[in-house]
């Protein structure tokens, strides 16, 4: 991955120039192909060797110039490099700043990384509770059905069973189916009731994720 997926740019470069502001040294920040993503150096000031150039660095009159290399890492693996530049004769500025400008890019970097992948994460999380939402509904939908379907099996129970009174001796066996289609109607009633339960259980946790992404926005 490189830096320039992730990482405010404009943030980066700020940071870079606070530094180079407290040590008079040029710093350009590279990705893993090399281009320049940050300078502290803009391309106004320096056109010959703009950011996003690969060209090495500026020229400079004091032929005792001299850059130093600073690994960028995330989870071990080398993304880019931070260059200083050495001008003027502050090889000692360079010498004892080095490990700070090293700690400042790397632990901004890493920040950027875990806002980007939190992010990500978020993004993720509500297209699942979007699903989950929409599934919720579906199962509503089809709950509703099944109420409608048991009301109508007591209403066919009810029917049966007056029949059944009606034709006495000779209705005895259609008692039997009464009594079935009613315990039918009561164990879709009990199942109903349970699916009704998880799908609030559902809903619930749902809702309590989704305030939870808002707020982490």
């Known amino acids: 991955m490189k830096i320039n997926e ?23 920040v590279k990705n893993s ?34 850059t130093i290399n600073i690994d960028i890492k995330l989870n071990d693996e080398v993304i880019g490099t931070t260059v200083v530049t050495e ?56 709950t509703n059905n099944l109420k409608e379907i048991q009301k109508r099996q007591k209403i066919v129970a009810i029917n049966a069973s007056i029949e059944a009174a009606r034709a006495g001796q000779a209705g005895r066996s259609f008692t039997v189916v009464a009594e079935e289609v009613k315990k039918l109607s009561d164990a879709s009633s009990e199942a109903n009731g349970k699916i009704e339960r998880v799908v609030n259980q559902i809903r619930n946790i749902v809702s309590t994720l989704s305030l939870d992404s808002s707020e982490n926005v």
């Open 33 to 66: 192909d090399g281009e320049i993503i940050a300078s502290t150096v803009s391309a106004e000031d320096n056109p010959d060797n703009p950011v996003g150039s690969d060209d090495g660095e500026a020229a400079s009159d004091d032929s005792f110039a001299r």
């Open 87 to 142: 001008s003027g004769g502050n090889a000692a500025n360079m010498n004892a700043a080095m490990p700070l400008l090293d700690e400042l890019v790397n632990n901004f970097v890493l920040s950027q990384y875990f806002k980007y992948a939190n992010e990500k994460v978020l993004s993720h999380l509500s297209d699942g509770i979007a699903q989950t939402i929409d599934l919720v509904k579906e199962v509503t939908s089809s």
């Open 6 to 28: 992730f990482c405010n740019l404009s943030e980066l470069t700020s940071t870079i120039k606070n530094w180079s502001a407290l040590t008079g040294l040029k710093v350009d």
